[in-house]
């Protein structure tokens, strides 16, 4: 899920116009894709330590606060890191199922409605198995 809370991160600095608490993150997160709001806080500290987001002390909130380095797409951000790609392991399994390209914003169209808006995650299993019986036939499957 790190590349979800790298676009949940970009989604909520676009929302606040200045660098974000990680319960700002959060937010974003449930609203967005509730299944993955648990996850933000260990996810902003493995892209900080990948030199991807900064982390400052806001002095007025007194509390952290994050921020992106440079701006970059998600897909060029799994192509340059692989391992991103691989933990982002419901972006992965989404893309490998549907065997084509496909946005962040897609797949995070289509977990939602996998999940149905709710916080439990569904397994990779039942989530290859939702997109092979919706999909399947669009990929020759």
Same mark, same amino acid.
């Given at each position: 899920m790190p590349?979800?809370?790298?676009?949940?991160?970009?989604? $909520?600095?676009?929302?606040?116009?200045?660098? !974000?608490?990680?319960?700002?993150?959060?937010? *974003?997160? /449930?609203n967005t894709l509730p299944m993955c $709001?648990?996850?933000?806080?260990?996810?902003? !500290?493995?892209?900080?330590?990948?030199?991807? *987001?900064? /982390?400052?002390?806001?002095n007025e909130r007194k509390t952290f606060v994050w921020n992106i380095v440079e701006d970059r797409p998600i897909e060029e951000l799994a192509e340059k890191y692989p391992d991103l790609y691989i933990n982002s392991l419901y972006y992965h399994t989404v893309r490998e199922a549907l065997g084509r390209e496909i946005t962040?914003?897609?797949?995070?169209?289509?977990?939602y409605k996998i999940s149905?808006?709710?916080?439990?995650?569904?397994?990779?299993?039942?989530?290859?198995?939702?997109?092979?019986?919706e999909f399947g036939k669009e990929n020759g499957n």
């Open positions: 590349l979800m809370v790298y676009m949940f991160l970009k989604n $909520a600095l676009e929302k606040y116009e200045r660098p !974000v608490t990680t319960s700002e993150v959060e937010e *974003i997160a /449930r $709001a648990d996850h933000v806080v260990h996810h902003l !500290v493995e892209l900080y330590s990948k030199g991807l *987001i900064k /982390r400052g002390w806001d962040m914003n897609q797949v995070i169209k289509i977990l149905k808006g709710s916080s439990r995650r569904p397994s990779i299993t039942a989530i290859k198995q939702k997109l092979q019986k």
